[in-house]
């Protein structure tokens, strides 16, 4: 093993050490000294504020806590003293506040605690370097202030309480028929954001500030309500009368006059904004009320059409107009609104009601091929031998109302609506008529011979009978043809209302013809139409309770002056008592039975009745007329 022996330490090695020595000597001969000066100058400070550090202009160097935040409070008056004066351009009204009263405060203990901080936070070299710049250059610690946002935004809005004014729309006053109105105003609006903005600056730099408001004018929704009084005044200004332009006679509905009151109640306004964006009264009626009122009228004001009437040539298979068609009418009361509403607000206040005319389909143009009167589908004849010239004259007066009449598909037909009144007036003459059973004289006699050959015709042709009512007995007028249970009578006085009806229950019309033969004493109704191909069965009468006829002991003699002096008649011949029952079948093209109904006449029985005139006993048989025996 080889022992290595030690390096020889060079010169240049020891002199640098030699060089370096005086040097490093030095250097901690001064960090000692700066250590004992640092903290000689933190002892002198201790608990108190490092020189050179000052708060708004105000030197904290050297105070303690308690006494750097009396000097503050009492150079800091600014909250509380100093004034934000806030001026209304417009009026010239100046509102003082302070900024206390607008959220400023000025947070002293944490300021003075900010200072104090200063040198004795971070690290030593940090410290050391704090407290000499403190020391040499000065150092000024900014406030801590603290602003609440929302007791400034509390005092803004109250301050725009008193700036603040709603705009008003101008307005009027309707009373009964007056009107009056008041301009409107416009409003004030205070832009809170914008003073908002402009007070931030001179509340944090400290000082005194005189801030103008900001202040927008608001135009009201309608600024001026003249035009809408004067329209108002205009649509109230008399009474509208409303009529009817063609009145079918004196009975018609006379002119109907709307009170200005009456009126004014349907008025409404309301605010509308225009095509230039801008707001006004919009004034109206209201429609719904004015249809409302119009409704009352339409039946006064309704007419049904009434039909034309033919008569039909079988030769030519076409009908041959014997009266022209007349129009219907009914109130068009959309129509009549928009009159109105076009007249109302003009001096002229007479309104026509609107009227549609009704055309019927049976109209003067009409063709049989259109109706559905192309053939004859039933007829029936019955015959009045015997009767008085008054009875003839009013059997052919009563079928002249029924010559050419048309009915329409499923329309219920009525005897007495086309029958009308039966007066003299009317053409009808006096003569015999049965009333309660009995026969009387009255005006009127024989019109029974067409209710009853009517509704034979009805009854043949399978229309359902709606109602019908037999003569209280038998009369020897219907024994021929059909025969007993099938007359129907008929008597309208105002109070009590005895009708023959039927339905045409198929989809044509049907016209009615009838024929009044005074040489062959016959009354014919034909029925023409298109044929369902029905067929109808009448089954022989069933004959029920009949009883006796009431012997000449029975006999009722009448004293009547108007027959002449010592004459008898006889009015009525003795006849049994019956319930007559008839049964019709009714089958339709098919052979399908569609009705199966039984028509029940109760006949009471009747004595003789004679009329006597002056100078004539009762029971003075030998004074009857030979053929009346």
Request: glycine share 6%; net charge negative.
């Amino acid at each position: 093993m080889q022992a290595t022996a030690p390096q020889p330490i060079t010169n240049t090695r020891r002199n640098l050490a030699f060089f370096l020595a005086p040097i490093l000597g030095s250097f901690l001969l001064l960090f000692v000294a700066l250590a004992i000066v640092l903290v000689s100058y933190q002892s002198r400070h201790n608990g108190r504020i490092f020189t050179g550090i000052s708060v708004m202009g105000v030197d904290l160097s050297g105070m303690e806590v308690a006494e750097a935040e009396t000097a503050l409070t009492q150079h800091f008056s600014y909250a509380s003293s100093e004034q934000i004066i806030f001026v209304d351009p417009e009026t010239g009204q100046q509102f003082a506040k302070t900024p206390s009263e607008l959220g400023l405060t000025f947070d002293v203990a944490q300021t003075v605690e900010t200072a104090y901080q200063l040198g004795r936070s971070g690290g030593p070299m940090a410290q050391a370097q704090e407290m000499y710049e403190s020391w040499y250059y000065g150092r000024s610690v900014p406030p801590v202030l603290i602003l609440d946002e929302s007791k400034l935004d509390s005092a803004l809005a109250e301050l725009a309480t008193e700036i603040n004014m709603p705009p008003v729309s101008a307005t009027f006053n309707l009373s009964g028929s007056d009107t009056s109105y008041a301009a409107g105003q416009p409003g004030r609006f205070m832009d809170v954001a914008d003073v908002r903005n402009r007070v931030i600056m001179p509340l944090t730099n400290f000082r005194p500030a005189q801030v103008e408001l900001l202040v927008h004018e608001v135009a009201p929704a309608v600024f001026d309500a003249g035009n809408a009084a004067a329209e108002i005044q205009q649509v109230l200004g008399s009474p509208v009368t409303f009529y009817l332009e063609e009145p079918l006679d004196e009975l018609d509905l006379a002119p109907i006059t709307l009170s200005q009151e009456d009126l004014a109640a349907w008025v409404r306004v309301e605010v509308a904004e225009s095509a230039s964006s801008s707001a006004a009264h919009n004034v109206f009626v209201d429609e719904n009320a004015v249809r409302h009122w119009l409704r009352q009228f339409e039946a006064q004001i309704f007419r049904d059409p009434v039909n034309a009437r033919y008569y039909f040539d079988d030769g030519t298979e076409e009908l041959v107009l014997v009266a022209p068609h007349v129009n219907g009418r009914e109130l068009d009361i959309e129509a009549t609104i928009e009159q109105f509403k076009t007249q109302v607000n003009t001096p002229n206040r007479s309104i026509p009601f609107v009227v549609k005319d009704i055309v019927p389909l049976a109209n003067s143009t009409a063709t049989a091929a259109e109706l559905g009167i192309t053939e004859l589908i039933t007829q029936t004849t019955t015959w009045f031998s015997g009767s008085s010239d008054a009875r003839k004259h009013n059997i052919a007066t009563a079928a002249a109302n029924f010559y050419g009449i048309v009915i329409a598909p499923y329309e219920e037909f009525s005897f007495n609506d086309y029958l009308g009144s039966i007066t003299e007036a009317d053409g009808f003459t006096e003569g015999l008529i049965i009333v309660g059973g009995q026969t009387i004289t009255g005006i009127g006699g024989g019109v029974c011979q067409v209710s009853t050959t009517l509704y034979q015709t009805a009854f043949f042709a399978g229309f359902p009978i709606t109602e019908r009512l037999p003569h209280g007995y038998m009369l020897g007028y219907y024994r021929d043809g059909a025969g007993h249970g099938m007359d129907a009578t008929v008597f309208n006085d105002g109070n009590i209302n005895i009708d023959m009806k039927f339905i045409n229950n198929t989809p044509h019309h049907l016209l009615i013809e009838n024929y009044f033969s005074e040489e062959n004493q016959a009354l014919t109704f034909k029925f023409y139409s298109t044929s369902l191909g029905r067929t109808v069965v009448k089954e022989d009468p069933v004959w029920a309770n009949v009883t006796e006829v009431p012997g000449s002991d029975q006999d009722r003699w009448e004293f009547v002056e108007t027959v002449e002096p010592g004459t008898v008649e006889k009015i009525d011949w003795a006849t049994e008592g019956a319930d007559v029952s008839v049964r019709r079948l009714v089958y339709n093209a098919d052979g399908q039975l569609i009705e199966d109904r039984t028509f029940v006449s109760n006949y009471i029985p009747v004595p003789n009745v004679f009329h006597y005139g002056p100078e004539v006993e009762p029971f003075s048989y030998h004074l009857v007329p030979e053929d009346d025996k």
